[in-house]
């Protein structure tokens, strides 16, 4: 992995090769549009787009979403380098609960403090989601975790 400079926001340009990222990883993309790019973080090499995560923001909690590394980059840590720095923006926006949806990932999660959930104790605004309601499949684990206050 190189430096953290390779990690930026997203924006309206990076949204092609973020669907074709996530079509690429087998994860839905149906409901990206430019609006929610700046909600994603990003790692390139060069052009190449190798990870991509999201999180947004439903009241108290987040959904953590589009979480996604090209399969050849796997193993070297980019997830974990995406996922910790989202989880403390939401901390600090005043997010208590993060939650997600996984059909592969449950056990990299639990490695995490994630802990599945009953689909029926998601909050509202998360059950609201189009991730939720329609866009991943209904085999998907409902995952959570509960922030630590900020200090």
């Known amino acids: 992995m190189s430096a953290a400079a390779d990690f930026r926001r997203g924006g309206e340009p990076d949204l092609e090769s973020v669907r074709a990222l996530l079509q690429a990883c087998g994860l839905a993309a149906d409901d990206l549009g430019p609006d ?3 909600a994603f973080r990003l790692y390139r090499r060069g052009q190449e787009l190798l990870a991509c995560g999201a999180m947004e923001y ?3 909690a987040a959904l953590l979403r589009s979480l996604a590394v ?3 980059a796997r193993g070297t840590g980019l997830a ?3 996922v910790g720095p989202l989880e ?3 901390a600090q926006a005043g997010i208590t609960d993060v939650y997600l949806l996984t059909t592969t990932a449950r056990d990299w999660f639990a490695a995490r ?3 599945v959930a009953p689909r029926s104790q998601a909050p509202a605004g998360i059950a609201a989601h189009a991730q939720f ?3 991943c499949p209904s085999s998907a684990v409902l995952m959570h975790k509960r922030l630590p206050p900020l200090a």
């Open 58 to 60: 439903r009241q108290q």
């Open 70 to 72: 090209r399969p050849e």
């Open 80 to 82: 974990k380098a995406l």
């Open 36 to 38: 929610l790019m700046p």
């Open 133 to 135: 309601r329609s866009t």
């Open 113 to 115: 403090s994630y802990s």
């Open 88 to 90: 403390a923006e939401a």
